[in-house]
């Protein structure tokens, strides 16, 4: 009798079988041929695959990339102080936005894994960043507020950038020069201002409701709640607290200027009496402005209600 068929078995969804051609995209993304392939196949293997994965790359990535941002934000900011600084880097390097590199220039599928659940969070964070793409808020320097972004894409992000630092002997200046482009846009002091936080300060103050912010710690995450005339009304969390706060301060924004919380502006939640409508109009306007200056997203003002009426 024949003998029976090999069983059939399909890649992982999204996946580059060919690791030739997997390390070729890289070489070819980055404009950089690597001396030691083998450095790229380590930083594109997960260690739910093989036990020499990209662990120890990812490692030297992070530090690597931190002092890269750190030797480029000193020299292009020489008045600005450390604590802005280490934001600025933070802002840069955080999971959030190393995430959205990865998404962006589609490095999942050239990672060896085997971990179905790993590729189902992935999943849902890729449909995420396309609908901020939809929505005209996939510029967003920081991260979203929707799902949180799966640490193994900025793990990815920087076991590449390490696989390229090992590459050329630890040359600093070689690895930013081979690997900037990818982060672009680059948050920068005009970017990362918490000029969202007095839009919500001045929003809530004409209407006389207070505003607090909350914040606690949720494993590795800092998350914040916004709360509006005792009532909660924005979300955000990020590894870093002041991307957490700008997360939630956005959310918060969102939906007390176009979502089904505009009701806490002018309800007796909270202190004072409520406004007219048309300084609701006014403050979005304003918004609007502020977001034009700023170069941001334009704001997205979701409503069962129209306020131009």
């Known amino acids: ?92 390097i955080s999971t959030e936005k190393l995430a959205r590199v990865a998404v962006r220039h589609d490095l999942y599928p050239l990672l060896r894994r085997n971990c179905p659940r790993l590729d189902l969070l992935v999943g849902q964070f890729i449909q995420s960043v396309k609908q901020e793409l939809e929505d005209d808020l996939g510029t967003t320097p920081y991260g979203g507020t929707v799902f949180k972004a799966p640490k193994v894409l900025a793990d990815i992000v920087e076991a590449i950038a390490a696989a390229v630092y090992v590459d050329c002997n630890f040359n600093l200046e070689k690895l930013w020069k081979v690997t900037r482009f990818l982060f672009e846009p680059i948050v920068t002091a005009e970017t990362i201002d918490e000029q969202p936080v007095s839009t919500l300060h001045e929003l809530c103050q004409k209407h006389g409701k207070d505003v607090k912010f909350k914040t606690w710690q949720k494993g590795g995450t800092v998350v914040v709640n916004v709360f509006v005339g005792g009532a909660l009304v924005g979300m955000g969390s990020s590894e870093q607290m002041v991307i957490a706060k700008l997360n939630a301060t956005r959310d918060a924004l969102s939906k007390l200027l176009g979502g089904g919380n505009q009701q806490v502006l002018t309800t007796g939640v909270g202190h004072g009496l409520g406004v007219e409508v048309g300084e609701l109009r006014e403050c979005k306007q304003k918004l609007i402005e502020q977001c034009s200056r700023k170069h941001w997203p334009k704001p997205i003002f979701k409503s069962g209600t129209d306020l131009s009426r």
């Open 1 to 92: 009798p024949p003998a029976p068929s090999a069983p059939v078995t399909l890649p992982p969804p999204g996946f580059v079988a060919d690791r030739e051609e997997a390390a070729a995209r890289v070489e070819r993304l980055l404009q950089y041929q690597f001396n030691k392939r083998s450095l790229l196949e380590e930083a594109l293997t997960h260690q739910s695959f093989a036990a020499a994965s990209y662990q120890r790359l990812e490692f030297v990535g992070d530090a690597a990339l931190g002092l890269a941002f750190s030797n480029f934000l000193y020299l292009t900011n020489p008045t600005v102080g450390p604590g802005v600084l280490s934001t600025l880097r933070a802002a840069n």
